[in-house]
């Protein structure tokens, strides 16, 4: 099946209606419901009688052709990486505005989820050696976080033996309830809060019961979820002693760019999501701000992906990298379904999630003396019985039961037990407070077939621990079977050393790309299980209304946490080389990526143990930060590269526009750039052989930037042994010099007819210097038959 392409550009209004989370329908005076639009303006468009775009969309001119209507209230106006504005109005007029001469497209504000101490060393950072000291830790790079908000007053927001802001910084500190301006320092330069989508799509009463976080949200840059504070100070966070979660993972927290400044954007709102008119707001405002990095731990779920022209995260990406501001956005936690994967523009760094060598064990010791192996981060009082009575609500209580959803337990039939909850449906974390409410003394969370033994600690609210599938199946099955079940549960702690390490998480988003697959995504893993950093201090370690616990540090699982580990590495990478593209920065990353764990055998897949992760899996391996200061080669990219591509891969000039905001002319974008989609001067390569197709040639560029201006390059390809896929280089040395920087050759992949219906083929090339230096791209081959 041919992959999805964009649909007809006429149809930008409608296209995402499938996609939306159904908006709060508000009436206007004539009584039709309004929904919130965000409209592509041509800005070259406004008369010069208005002194800005902001009078100009809202005069009586703007609105000329339907002169009998109100004036237009924006919610947001936007003027840097994207230009237009988002509105609350019924659907016929957001069609009469569509029909607008100065307006490109339109299309519908939607909902989009977050992406839910010792990882630095992790990733090879060593404290006055290599990048860290060569980037001063990152000091004079800004990262800009568009997520919840942040805590400002977390000893990970510290300003202490910083030097002075960068004086280019044109950020501020929006006051509002308990968050008066002088929350900002020298390490938290900048915070503002976007709400207008917020308001628009849940009503005004939303808003204002956010006032002063009477609601449990402030209408601030104030974070109330601690989303935003965990990937803040997981990014840049400052020097942290005696750190902890409750005991767990304790020691010395620190982000991976530690005297990195931060500049918070609060785009989401807990409980209740980001829209995407306030997530263009936040990029909008962090680009002309002055931020250097965005960490973007926010996306859609399962793989559903809209055409780049009309994603507003894709949208204001492309604005800042063409600025020179890396974007580094979460793959979802989707995985390990197939084409899970979200934010795959070419443009961004697209970051899944694998483990660290840190756990925190548990351990349920059955009544006829069988243990079985878990995790847990609780830290309450253990169990005071060695033995308790086992008790699994699905048996008798249906799904609901099973899933221990609210209200679905019997108090009688579980109070002082061992309560087996599958894991689905609701938060792992929700299920424990459900436990605890109706009587029980302890849980086990249980994975299914979804999450197979991909495990996650949690801070439960009671004694409880979680287990993968086989475990489950048999807990599940003594339970049912022996006449007296009972079990107990105990609390190993912190263990590191963990072995194998990394592995892909089970949750991460896998590929290939169900947009382009000849972009392969995710771009590399990054530590995302089980992170430590700074939380809110509005609500315990669970989130849940019901935990009156609050902690200084929270331990996170999810792409939500790889993100800022890549943004992290990115403020590194700018600090110590300040002349490198975006493209460039990501570049480095991917091809210094490793894919062996701490064994030294092949990265795995924590979904299927045993089985070696695949590039569909992990891109082009887990970062490897000892190695991307000096990557050797880069592949740089830029607009020219981007426009061409979307050219090739048949965006019209008018959709393309939406994205770049100048007037483009794909025949001529396409002799200077991408033949196809394959063809984008890209770290990876992924190659698809279409219909009766079997060979394919796709070129690359790679620019020196090693210390060494003269260096000869040599190619050394592997594919998967019996694929019977051949890959050619041509030529097979590439011969730098003062002169000539950047070399160029094409790489042809070549496979049997018969194969027309193979699963895909995975392999590498390696461009070798002798010298230390090993550029790494991920090949990957794939079949498509016309539709």
């Known amino acids: 099946m041919a992959a999805p392409r964009c649909p007809p550009f006429p149809f930008l209004v409608l296209a995402l209606l499938a996609l939306s989370t159904p908006a709060l329908l508000r009436a206007d005076a004539g009584g039709e419901p309004s929904k919130t639009y965000i409209f592509r303006v041509d800005h070259s468009a406004k008369p010069s009688v208005f002194p800005t775009h902001a009078h100009w969309y809202t005069s009586a001119a703007f609105a000329s052709s339907s002169p009998a209507a109100a004036p237009l209230e924006p919610l947001h106006v936007y003027g840097t990486v994207f230009h237009g504005f988002s509105a609350s109005v019924p659907a016929s007029r957001a069609e009469e505005l569509r029909r607008h001469p100065a307006v490109l497209a339109a299309f519908e504000d939607r909902v989009r989820q977050l992406h839910t101490t010792r990882s630095p060393q992790f990733m090879g950072l060593r404290a006055r050696l290599g990048l860290w000291s060569l980037s001063d830790y990152g000091s004079d790079v800004i990262v800009g976080v568009l997520d919840t908000g942040v805590w400002p007053e977390r000893r990970s927001l510290s300003d202490r033996n910083l030097p002075p802001v960068p004086s280019r910084w044109r950020g501020g500190c929006d006051a509002g309830p308990v968050f008066p301006a002088s929350s900002c320092n020298r390490k938290l330069v900048g915070a503002r809060f976007f709400g207008q989508g917020h308001g628009a799509h849940y009503g005004a009463a939303a808003v204002s019961s956010s006032s002063n976080g009477s609601a449990g949200e402030y209408m601030s840059p104030r974070d109330a979820d601690g989303h935003g504070t965990h990937t803040a100070t ?140 878990g995790v847990s981060l609780y830290s309450g009082k253990p169990l005071a019985n060695s033995s308790l009575p086992l008790y699994y609500p699905g048996r008798t209580g249906g799904i609901s039961a099973s899933l221990c959803m609210e209200n679905s337990i019997d108090p009688s039939l579980v109070k002082g037990k061992v309560v087996v909850c599958d894991r689905g449906s609701s938060p792992r974390v929700a299920k424990g407070m459900v436990v605890k409410e109706a009587g029980g003394a302890a849980m086990v ?260 930037v090693g210390a060494q201006a003269s260096a000869t390059y040599t190619a050394r390809v592997q594919m998967a042994p019996g694929s019977g896929v051949s890959v050619s280089v041509k030529p097979e040395k590439l011969v730098f010099s003062p002169a000539a920087k950047k070399q160029s050759y094409a790489v042809t992949v070549t496979a049997p007819s018969a194969q027309a219906a193979a699963a895909p083929v995975h392999g590498y090339l390696v461009w070798s210097d002798g010298g230390g230096h090993d550029v790494r791209s991920p090949i990957v081959v794939t079949w498509l038959q016309p539709m």
């Not at 990014?235 to 750190?243: F, I, R, T």
């Open 234 to 373: 997981t990014a840049a966070g400052s020097v942290a002693y005696e750190a902890s979660m409750e005991g767990y993972a304790p020691g010395v927290a620190k982000g991976v760019a530690p005297k990195a400044r931060v500049a918070a954007y609060k785009v989401c709102w807990k409980g209740a999501g980001c829209m995407d008119s306030d997530i263009l707001a936040g990029f909008d405002r962090a680009v002309a701000d002055g931020v250097d990095v965005i960490s973007v731990s926010i996306g859609g779920g399962g793989g559903v992906t809209a055409p780049f022209y009309l994603d507003p995260i894709a949208i204001g990406a492309y604005g800042a990298v063409s600025r020179g501001v890396f974007v580094a956005t979460s793959a979802g936690n989707e995985g390990p379904t197939s084409m899970s994967v979200t934010n795959v523009a070419p443009w961004l760094a697209t970051v899944g999630a694998g483990t660290i060598d840190r756990n925190f064990p548990a351990e349920i010791v059955l009544g006829d003396g069988r243990r079985l192996s």
């Open 445 to 704: 969370l249980t994975n299914g077939e979804a999450n197979g033994e991909g495990l996650v600690g949690d801070a439960h609210v009671l004694p409880a621990c979680a287990v993968g599938e086989k475990e489950g199946d048999a807990l599940k099955a003594y339970a049912a079977n022996a006449s007296n079940p009972t079990a107990t549960i105990s609390f190993g702690g912190t263990v590191v050393g963990v072995k194998p390490a990394p592995v892909v998480a089970s949750f991460s988003a896998r590929g290939p790309n169900g947009l382009v697959p000849e972009i392969l995504k995710p771009d590399f893993i990054a530590p995302g299980v089980n992170i430590l950093a700074a939380w809110t201090g509005a609500t315990g370690p669970t989130g849940l209304d019901g935990d009156a616990r609050r902690t200084e540090f929270n331990i996170l699982s999810g792409t939500s946490m790889a993100c800022p580990h890549a943004s992290g590495a990115a403020a590194l990478l700018r600090s110590a080389h300040p002349g490198w593209s975006p493209a460039a920065i990501r570049s480095a990353l991917m091809t210094t990526a490793g894919v062996t764990d701490n064994r030294g055998g092949a990265v795995g897949d924590e979904a299927e143990p045993g089985r070696a992760a695949t590039p569909f899996d992990y891109g082009a391996g887990h970062i490897a930060l000892g190695k991307a200061l000096d990557p050797g080669l880069v592949y740089d990219a830029g607009e020219e590269d981007y426009v061409a591509f979307m050219c090739s891969i048949g965006y019209e000039p008018n959709a393309i526009e939406v994205v770049t905001h100048k007037p483009v002319s794909c025949p001529a974008a396409s002799t200077a750039g991408a033949a196809s989609g394959s063809d984008l001067n890209y770290p990876s390569i992924s190659v698809v052989l279409r219909g009766g197709n079997q060979s394919r040639t796709v070129t690359r560029t790679a620019t020196n």
